[in-house]
Structure formats: C-alpha cells, structure tokens
C-alpha cells in the first residue's frame, strides 16, 4: 500500500503524519509510501494545553526532533508525576502517581511493608523519590556544561496547537503533502473500501489507506463506513469540560511546577497543566449533576480573583471507543477512533499508541490487510479497557459522600465488572507482576453481559500490564486507601512506623544534584521572567 491520506489535521493528524513518515519512509529520506493530509483552512483552531506520559519521548525520537527544539516551539515543561489532591476524601489530603518508582531487587516487599506499618508517610514516598522532587519543584534533569542528563523518568506538559504545527512544518519539509480544502464526499467500491475523497478546492484525491482524523465527527469510519459506537458512560460519568488559559503575564503562580495536579471538585475534577507562559485549567464534569454556569464558576473559584475578563470554553464529550478501530482500508486515530477522559494523560497518547501500531502492521498489499486489521483491533481494545479500568477505579474507591456525584460514582453499578474482579482480587493479596499474565480473576465472565466481543475475536480483552504495571496500581489503590485485609494475627499488633526502602533512601541523595524545574526552563530553554500575582485558591 503506497498511497496514504490522512483526513484531518490537529494533534492526531500530524503526529500519525509525522511518526508514520518516520517509521515508514526514514524521515523522509527513503520514501516507500507517499503521505498526503487533508486539513480544513475554515475549522477554528483551538489551542489547549496538554499533558503527556513518558512515551511522547518515543515519538519524537522516532520523528527525530531534538528535545530542545520541541520543548521551546511548544512551550513545553517538564512532567514526572500526576497529584491527586481531595480525590479520597474533601480534606485536602492528596497523593502522587509518579513516573518513577524504586523497588527492592531481586524481591520487591515495598508494598507489603507499608501495609503491614503504621502508615504515616504515604505508599508511594516509601518507594520513589519523585513526589519529594515534585513537592520541591525540581527538575527531573542534572544539567553538565550546558547538556542534560535525565536522571528521573518524566514527560511532558505542553501547547497541543503547537506542537501540531510543529509536527506539520517537519512533516512538510521531509516530503508530507499538505492539502488545504474542506472535505464533501467519500467514494467507496463496490466492497465498501474507500477509493477516494472529494473536496471543495482540489481534484478527487485517490489513496490505498485512509487515516481518519476527523474528531469525534468521524467522517469517515463512522458516517461512511458506519462502524458503530462502545458507550462506557455507565462507568464515567463525567461528559463535559469548561477549560480556561491562565497567562503568566498576569496570574503568574510564583512557580511552574513538574507536575500535573488533578483537583477532586464538586462534580468531577480540575486538570491543571502548567506551560512555560501559562497554565491551562479545565473542570471534567457531569452535566447531568452540574449545569454549566456553575461548573464555570467552580472552575474560577478554583483559581481565585482576576478570571473576569478570560473566556472559557465548554468542550462535551463522549466516553467510548468504536467497535473497529481500523475496518476495510480505514484507520480512526485520536477522537474519531474514541475517547476516554484524560485524569491519567492519555488523550495523546492513544493516538500515539494508534501511530505506532500502524506503522508496525502496515500492509504490503490488500490481501494483507483483514489479518492486520484483526490484530490491530485487538491491541487498541485491549489498551482502551485497561484505560476504561484505571480510571474507573479512582472514581469508585473515593469516600467522598459530599454530593450526589460522588455517591453516584461509588454505587456497584458503576464500576466496571473487569475491575470489580481485579479488586477482589487485590483485597486479598497486593498486586503483582503475575496479575497481569494470563489475567483472569473470578466474575470477569460477567464482561460479556456489557460489552460486545465480537470485533476482536470473540475473546474478553486482556489487560497485560503495558501502560500501567502492578506498581501503578499499587499507587493508585494505596494512594486511596484500599487495601487487602490484614490477617487477624496482624491486625492489632503494634505496628512500625512507615519508611523508605533501603534503595530509595539512598537514591535520595539524587535530590540535592537536580535544579530547579524553573532554572532549567529559563537557563536552558529561554522561559522568560515573571513575577508572582498570587497562589491559586486551588493550590492551598
């Protein structure tokens, strides 16, 4: 298959533009497939911030732009963690959800010990150093004669608009066409395939494989090729989100911090990124519990004074993912493929995630493509579930009983059967590696009541542990204080006092080498100077 078009530009347009270019043609310098994008110039452009996991790094290896460069054309910082703050109980208390963890070899009993302790220091400072760093606003890099040297795992917070245009203009320069016209018909084969797509401005452009990038429109994998739709809103019930800019210029913190903070609210929660010249804020809710006047003064109140003249924007959504991801020559890539609300950063990722995979099931020729097309089906369920149980499970362990919203998430019904299994499971015993081998607890049959099978396989997806592994569970089921019962012999006796394992003690030391998340993003990438309005009614 030479011919691509990808129809639809923006973050999943240009990043599966960009990665496939990279993967497929060696940037550009060996072309075996001629990569076309069709972009409307009369869609509004948004701008959003965006928070990334570690894999980003990947991509834009792959892609081959100097970490350097991309962080200053995107505005982009540091991230090494997520912070979960007023998720457990309305009380202030919080925890981090770092990216990186150090455990005790050749056995780790981190999580063992900590349950069997008094618990006063938090799971995850007993066994990682990266919220002490993050609480510190430190970098997660040691800077030698002008060069960095990533000491801690991290990713990045950033301009989603930019980095668009940055991944267009490289794209471009390496031999990507970019088609600017409006999109007004699709022509099939007598099979259903798509032969090529008309447009307002251009002649019909023919292609072997099409890209839909089309946002939650779908205009090609859903109004043409009517794949149908997976709702998984009986499990998140958040469906909207009114998000703001806060320019530094004017409501500058005093700080930018390395990590995502995600805010328990009223009705769902508060992301807050933060970017080199500003912090993007935006409230997820449900609209069935929260109107939009409110949610929007929630989300200034969370800011505190001086909002007044900044314009929000409410975003709905819908949970789920298409029941085919790829179908006939067709592959959906970012919204049009699925969504599901990015509390663990995963919104590029998936279409990260959908990039790469495509770039490895590539097919040669037509006869190739059901096989491929089944298996990369299969991949991109299997992920979408694990996402679906993630973060599902911060919803419904929470003990927050102050409005109807988080009674609601609590309640049976809405936690997902899959997760319902593995948490048994966990009550029982901490999670390890081996849970996600061969992964089937009892009451996982009960899967097959909600959720249809039958377009990857006929099989029950399976969770095996890639984007998040036992430790991040871990993480999350002790950061919100489920866990396994203690054996009666245990469970009254004098219990010692939490600390770190030995290998996190003495990784501590590491702390006093990292500079400032700030001082590297002036030193190194230019951040200008700021001075401080005041701290967010949020942050204290």
């Not at 049009?336 to 995979?357: K, N, Q, R």
């Not at 590491?510 to 401080?532: F, Q, R």
Request: charged share 20%; with cysteine.
């Amino acid at each position: 298959m030479q011919r691509l078009l990808i129809v639809g530009g923006g973050s999943a347009g240009w990043i599966t533009a960009a990665y496939l270019n990279g993967a497929l043609n060696d940037r550009g310098k060996n072309p075996k497939v001629k990569i076309s994008l069709l972009e409307s110039p009369d869609i509004p452009r948004i701008s959003v911030g965006e928070a990334t996991i570690p894999s980003m790094r990947h991509l834009i290896g792959v892609i081959g732009i100097p970490e350097a460069e991309f962080m200053r054309a995107t505005d982009a910082t540091f991230k090494q963690s997520i912070k979960y703050k007023n998720w457990v109980l309305k009380d202030g208390s919080h925890y981090h959800h770092p990216f990186t963890s150090i455990r005790e070899r050749p056995l780790d009993s981190s999580g063992e010990r900590w349950l069997n302790s008094d618990r006063s220091m938090p799971f995850m400072d007993t066994c990682a150093i990266q919220p002490a760093a993050c609480e510190a606003n430190l970098a997660p890099l040691v800077m030698r004669k002008n060069e960095a040297t990533h000491t801690l795992n991290y990713a990045y917070h950033m301009n989603a608009q930019k980095f668009a245009d940055l991944l267009r203009d490289v794209s471009v320069a390496r031999g990507v066409t970019h088609i600017q016209a409006n999109l007004t018909d699709v022509k099939q084969n007598e099979h259903g395939w798509i032969e090529s797509v008309a447009t307002d401005r251009t002649e019909p452009i023919i292609a072997d494989m099409f890209v839909d990038c089309t946002g939650f429109q779908g205009h090609l994998i859903a109004k043409t090729l009517n794949v149908g739709f997976e709702d998984y809103s009986q499990f998140l019930l958040c469906d909207r989100a009114v998000t703001m800019h806060l320019p530094y210029d004017t409501l500058y913190p005093g700080t930018v911090r390395p990590y995502t903070t995600a805010t328990a609210l009223s009705n769902g929660w508060v992301w807050d990124i933060p970017m080199q010249n500003q912090r993007s804020i935006g409230y997820v809710h449900s609209s069935e519990f929260i109107d939009q006047s409110a949610a929007e003064a929630e989300l200034r109140a969370y800011q505190g004074p001086g909002t007044d003249a900044i314009d929000v924007r409410f975003v709905p959504f819908k949970v789920g993912r298409r029941h085919q991801l790829w179908r006939h020559n067709c592959v959906a890539i970012g919204l049009a493929g699925g969504f599901i609300e990015p509390l663990e950063s995963t919104g590029l990722y998936l279409s990260d995630l959908g990039a790469v995979l495509l770039a490895e099931h590539w097919p040669s020729n037509a006869a190739a493509m059901q096989k491929l097309s089944e298996r990369y089906n299969r991949l991109m369920a299997n992920r979408y579930y694990e996402i679906l149980d993630f973060i599902n499970m911060h919803y419904c362990l929470t003990q927050r009983n102050d409005t109807e919203f988080w009674r609601e998430v609590q309640k049976p019904e809405r936690i997902n059967p899959r997760l319902k299994a593995k948490l048994a499971m966990w009550k029982t015993k901490p999670p390890s590696a081996h849970d996600f081998e061969d992964q089937w607890f009892d009451g996982m049959d009960a899967l097959e009541d909600i959720f249809d099978f039958s377009h990857i396989g006929g099989r029950p997806p399976v969770d095996t542990g890639g984007l998040w592994n036992h430790e991040s569970y871990e993480c999350i089921l002790y950061g919100m204080h489920y866990t396994p019962k203690l054996n009666s012999a245990t469970a009254h006796e004098h219990r010692p006092p939490a600390t770190r394992n030995k290998p996190t003690e003495q990784a501590m030391k590491i702390l006093t080498a990292l500079p400032g998340h700030v001082d590297v993003l002036s030193k190194a990438l230019g951040m200008k100077a700021y001075h401080k309005a005041y701290t967010p009614i949020g942050w204290t």
